[in-house]
Nanobody
């Protein structure tokens, strides 16, 4: 069964860091572009970051540029999202998703994603 599973969320103080993991099973993750999305209570889901399947190009929402870093470890079939300098407004459920579609700077958050995880909660609070 093809699926992705997120892990690594938790409670962290403002300015702190977390590393989220997205591990795939049932398919080879490097053949897919992987996106991270988040949804805060009462807000729409938004794209956070994406790593392209073929050349590893990375894309970020303006709100996280310079603070978050996406990377992949093909040997572990896992994509990571490093969250640094966290702010209370980063509090949300974070989801990873996989798409075989070609993604580019202008469309990575809007293309159809085939596999979605269940999400991991990130709470930034003092």
């Amino acid at each position: 069964q093809e699926q992705v599973v997120e892990s690594g969320g938790g409670l962290v103080q403002p300015g702190g860091s977390l590393r989220l993991s997205c591990t795939a099973s049932g398919f080879t993750l490097e053949h897919y572009s992987i996106g991270w999305f988040r949804q805060a209570p009462g807000k729409e889901r938004e794209g956070v970051s994406c790593i392209r399947r073929d050349d590893g190009s990375t894309y970020y929402a303006d709100s996280v540029k310079g603070r978050f870093t996406i990377s992949r470890d093909n040997a572990k079939n896992t994509v990571y999202l490093q969250l640094n300098s966290l702010k209370p407004e980063d509090t949300a459920v974070y989801y990873c998703a996989a798409t075989p579609a070609d993604v580019l700077t202008y469309n990575w958050a809007r293309v159809p994603y085939r596999y979605w995880g269940q999400g991991t909660q990130v709470t930034v609070s003092s």
